[in-house]
Protein backbone atom coordinates (compact mmCIF):
# COMPACT_ATOMS: atom_id res chain seq x y z
CA UNK A 1 0.00 0.00 0.00
CA UNK A 2 1.54 2.97 -1.26
CA UNK A 3 1.30 6.05 1.92
CA UNK A 4 0.77 9.55 0.63
CA UNK A 5 3.89 11.42 -0.36
CA UNK A 6 5.61 14.05 2.13
CA UNK A 7 8.85 15.68 1.63
CA UNK A 8 9.96 13.97 -1.55
CA UNK A 9 8.14 13.15 -4.96
CA UNK A 10 8.49 9.10 -3.59
CA UNK A 11 5.76 7.81 -1.80
CA UNK A 12 6.71 5.42 0.92
CA UNK A 13 5.27 1.71 1.09
CA UNK A 14 3.67 0.01 3.83
CA UNK A 15 4.46 -3.71 3.82
CA UNK A 16 2.83 -6.22 5.90
CA UNK A 17 4.68 -9.25 6.66
CA UNK A 18 1.91 -10.89 8.39
CA UNK A 19 0.34 -12.28 5.81
CA UNK A 20 2.85 -14.03 4.13
CA UNK A 21 2.86 -17.74 4.70
CA UNK A 22 6.44 -18.64 6.19
CA UNK A 23 7.81 -22.23 5.24
CA UNK A 24 9.59 -24.73 7.36
CA UNK A 25 11.49 -26.36 4.53
CA UNK A 26 15.41 -25.75 3.98
CA UNK A 27 16.35 -24.91 0.98
CA UNK A 28 18.53 -28.08 -0.61
CA UNK A 29 21.84 -28.16 -0.39
CA UNK A 30 25.04 -29.98 -1.67
CA UNK A 31 27.62 -31.33 0.82
CA UNK A 32 30.98 -31.95 -0.84
CA UNK A 33 31.07 -34.77 2.60
CA UNK A 34 28.77 -37.10 0.18
CA UNK A 35 31.07 -37.63 -2.66
CA UNK A 36 33.34 -39.59 0.06
CA UNK A 37 30.48 -42.02 0.80
CA UNK A 38 30.43 -45.54 -0.41
CA UNK A 39 26.63 -45.37 -1.15
CA UNK A 40 26.43 -41.83 -3.16
CA UNK A 41 27.68 -42.93 -6.30
CA UNK A 42 25.17 -45.74 -6.40
CA UNK A 43 22.21 -43.84 -5.43
CA UNK A 44 22.85 -41.25 -7.95
CA UNK A 45 23.37 -43.90 -10.65
CA UNK A 46 19.94 -45.39 -9.41
CA UNK A 47 17.74 -42.46 -9.28
CA UNK A 48 19.47 -40.69 -12.58
CA UNK A 49 18.89 -44.41 -14.53
CA UNK A 50 15.02 -44.87 -14.02
CA UNK A 51 13.51 -44.52 -16.86
CA UNK A 52 11.29 -41.34 -17.91
CA UNK A 53 9.50 -40.65 -20.88
CA UNK A 54 9.02 -37.57 -22.50
CA UNK A 55 10.61 -34.40 -23.73
CA UNK A 56 14.51 -33.78 -22.46
CA UNK A 57 14.13 -31.06 -20.65
CA UNK A 58 10.88 -32.16 -18.27
CA UNK A 59 12.49 -35.70 -17.47
CA UNK A 60 15.82 -34.20 -16.55
CA UNK A 61 13.88 -31.83 -14.38
CA UNK A 62 11.74 -34.78 -12.90
CA UNK A 63 15.35 -37.03 -12.45
CA UNK A 64 17.04 -33.61 -10.98
CA UNK A 65 13.69 -33.29 -7.93
CA UNK A 66 14.08 -36.91 -7.30
CA UNK A 67 17.18 -37.09 -6.54
CA UNK A 68 17.20 -34.22 -4.40
CA UNK A 69 14.27 -35.80 -2.37
CA UNK A 70 16.41 -39.03 -2.29
CA UNK A 71 19.64 -37.12 -1.43
CA UNK A 72 17.72 -35.22 1.76
CA UNK A 73 16.41 -38.52 2.74
CA UNK A 74 19.60 -40.40 2.22
CA UNK A 75 21.39 -37.06 4.28
CA UNK A 76 19.35 -37.91 7.39
CA UNK A 77 19.54 -41.61 7.57
CA UNK A 78 23.46 -41.94 6.87
CA UNK A 79 24.61 -38.83 8.82
CA UNK A 80 21.93 -37.75 10.88
CA UNK A 81 22.21 -34.38 12.60
CA UNK A 82 25.28 -32.73 12.17
CA UNK A 83 24.58 -29.45 13.67
CA UNK A 84 23.38 -30.53 17.02
CA UNK A 85 26.66 -33.52 17.06
CA UNK A 86 28.93 -30.31 16.66
CA UNK A 87 26.73 -28.57 19.04
CA UNK A 88 27.40 -31.15 21.73
CA UNK A 89 30.93 -32.03 20.57
CA UNK A 90 31.59 -27.83 21.15
CA UNK A 91 30.09 -27.91 24.50
CA UNK A 92 31.83 -30.75 25.70
CA UNK A 93 35.40 -29.15 24.25
CA UNK A 94 34.05 -25.79 26.34
CA UNK A 95 34.15 -27.90 30.02
CA UNK A 96 37.02 -29.48 29.66
Same mark, same amino acid.
Given at each position: ???????????????????????????? =??????????? @??? &???? %???? #? !???????????????? =??????????? @??? &???? %???? #? !??????
Amino acid at each position: MALPRSFSDHCPLLIRLSDFEVTSSRPF =RFQSMWLEHQD @FIT &LVRS %IWSS #S !AVGNPLPVVISKLRSL =RKALKTWYWEI @FGD &LNSD %IAEI #S !ANLQSI
